[in-house]
């Protein structure tokens, strides 16, 4: 009785179907890992791979561009290319062989900062800015094109730690040298040596005060921006971090916003950035909206 019931069961229509389907489907398995073996150990080079590479290397999201140098580039050339990218593409393939792509933070970024990279180049495809959109952008941001006071100066500098009385010697030095008119390339050798420089072209507040301490920088800044401080006449003595100084300013420059057509290539260079910016914030808060975060800590 058992023996004709599993007769009849072995020769059930469905269970040769299933058996058959499991069949095809280890082998077809078994193929698609072979085929998945050979494609791991096969490097393809194409144009698109290049031109991406190229990209990637240069850090600039330019297709078009590319391509063209591609195309226009020598044979050795092209053929030092071609094996730095298989180089870098082999080894990269064995590093996830290793398993070194997973929980390696430095790994993680480098792959953030690439999609960063690919969503910042979104702006290659913006029409580019009017001259209204560009003038707009640089009434919005006046301050950021604001140049800075800057003065030329020689100073007498009379050392604190070598001198009983610096600020004595520093008012008689005074006299003499009005007296003197003694201008600005005759300062060289007088009074004592100085940690940085004896003369000073074109220099902005900062600098003045890394050298001479910050009080130092709003006296001669302040003074000369409210015409108490004279132009091309030694005053003083003027305290620094250092001692006291003679000062002769040959020229003074006071803040100013310089006009649109000054500062336009700096605008225009500006302005991409900005939609650069602007446009990569949309597109990864575009891909962000994709996905359902679940917020299980700091609410």
Do not use: C
């Not at 941001?141 to 500098?157: I, M, N, S, W």
């Not at 971090?241 to 260079?269: I, K, N, Q, T």
């Amino acid at each position: 009785m058992h023996s004709t019931t599993a007769a009849r069961w072995w020769r059930e229509p469905l269970l040769h179907f299933l058996l058959i389907g499991a069949l095809f489907f280890a082998f077809y398995s078994w193929l698609a890992s072979r085929d998945s073996g050979l494609d791991q150990q096969r490097v393809v080079v194409d144009e698109a791979a290049l031109v991406s590479f190229m990209q990637f290397r240069a850090k600039q999201f330019d297709p078009p561009r590319f391509a063209a140098e591609l195309v226009a580039m020598a044979a050795p050339q092209r053929q030092a290319l071609i094996a730095d990218y298989v180089r870098e593409e082999v080894l990269y393939r064995e590093a996830l062989k290793l398993g070194m792509d997973r929980e390696d933070y430095i790994i993680r970024r480098r792959m953030v900062q690439k999609l960063e990279f690919i969503t910042r180049g979104l702006s290659e495809f913006e029409a580019a800015p009017s001259a209204e959109q560009l003038e707009a952008f640089y009434r919005q941001r006046g301050d950021d094109y604001r140049q800075p006071a800057e003065l030329t100066l020689t100073h007498l500098f009379f050392d604190r730690e070598r001198r009983s009385d610096a600020r004595a010697d520093a008012q008689a030095e005074l006299a003499a040298v009005r007296a003197e008119s003694l201008d600005f390339a005759a300062a060289l050798g007088r009074g004592d040596h100085f940690p940085f420089h004896k003369n000073y072209v074109d220099k902005g507040r900062q600098v003045i005060a890394n050298h001479f301490g910050s009080a130092a920088a709003a006296d001669l800044f302040d003074g000369l921006a409210a015409a108490t401080l004279p132009q091309n006449s030694w005053f003083g003595p003027l305290e620094s971090a250092y001692g006291w100084h003679l000062v002769l300013v040959a020229d003074y420059r006071p803040a100013r916003l310089p006009s649109f057509a000054e500062v336009a290539e700096r605008v225009a260079l500006d302005y991409r950035r900005s939609e650069e910016d602007r446009l990569q914030r949309a597109a990864i808060d575009a891909i962000i909206d994709q996905y359902q975060v679940e917020q299980r800590y700091g609410r």
